[in-house]
Each structure stands twice: as structure tokens, then as C-alpha cells.
Nanobody, 115 residues
Framework: QVQLVESGGGLVQVGGSLRLSCAASGSIFSVGAMGWHRQAPGKQRDMVAIITSGGSTNYADSVKGRFTISRDNAKSTVYLQMNSLKPEDTAVYYC?????????WGQGTQVTVSS
């Protein structure tokens, strides 16, 4: 079993920055793609960013040029650096990691951008 623990969320003003982290613990092996989704109140959960085991990345159009996803394979951790934050970035952010044939999700961390 694998557990994901997220950290780094919080309240920030427009234009500010936050860095989210998502660390895996437990029976870790064959770590594949990692990524982040987010869900705003009353809306569906949407993809934010993904990074493959080879380091290729993909971003939602709404965050391109502002967010950067990275990973530390030795620590089984994925990061999301968020810059130039906007009120529309306010959401609960969920990380996920593929370990072997299964995907695991974090518990979610709230990001609130105040104007």
C-alpha cells in the first residue's frame, strides 16, 4: 500500500507564489507518472500538470508559463511550483502517483488566492 501526503497549500495574495509537495510512503516500487489535478467549488476536477517517469511534462493551458511541475525520484515526491497566482487558481489541489499498475491520490490541499 502507498500513502501520499501533500503539503504547501494555503492563502496567498494575487500575484504570489506557493509550492506544493506530495511525498509517497509505504510499499513504493516502479513509480510512473505523477501529477496534479484541482477542483474548485461546484466544478469538476481538472488536470493541472503531469510529469512522466522520463521527465516529460504537460500543463493545462490555464497554467502554462506560471506553474512548473517537477519530481524527485529518490524521494518519491512530486512538486508544483505556482507563480503569478490568480483568484481562479483557488481550488483543492490533489496529487497522484502511479506505482506499478495502480494510481494513488493524495488527500488534497486547499489553495486560496485572495484579490
Amino acid at each position: 500500500q502507498v500513502q501520499l501526503v501533500e503539503s504547501g497549500g494555503g492563502l496567498v495574495q494575487v500575484g504570489g507564489s506557493l509550492r506544493l509537495s506530495c511525498a509517497a510512503s509505504g510499499s513504493i516500487f516502479s513509480v510512473g507518472a505523477m501529477g496534479w489535478h484541482r477542483q474548485a467549488p461546484g466544478k469538476q476536477r481538472d488536470m493541472v500538470a503531469i510529469i512522466t517517469s522520463g521527465g516529460s511534462t504537460n500543463y493545462a493551458d490555464s497554467v502554462k508559463g506560471r506553474f512548473t511541475i517537477s519530481r524527485d525520484n529518490a524521494k518519491s515526491t512530486v512538486y508544483l511550483q505556482m507563480n503569478s497566482l490568480k483568484p481562479e487558481d483557488t481550488a483543492v489541489y490533489y496529487c497522484y502517483q502511479w506505482h506499478g499498475p495502480r494510481v494513488y491520490w493524495g488527500q488534497g490541499t486547499q489553495v486560496t488566492v485572495s484579490s
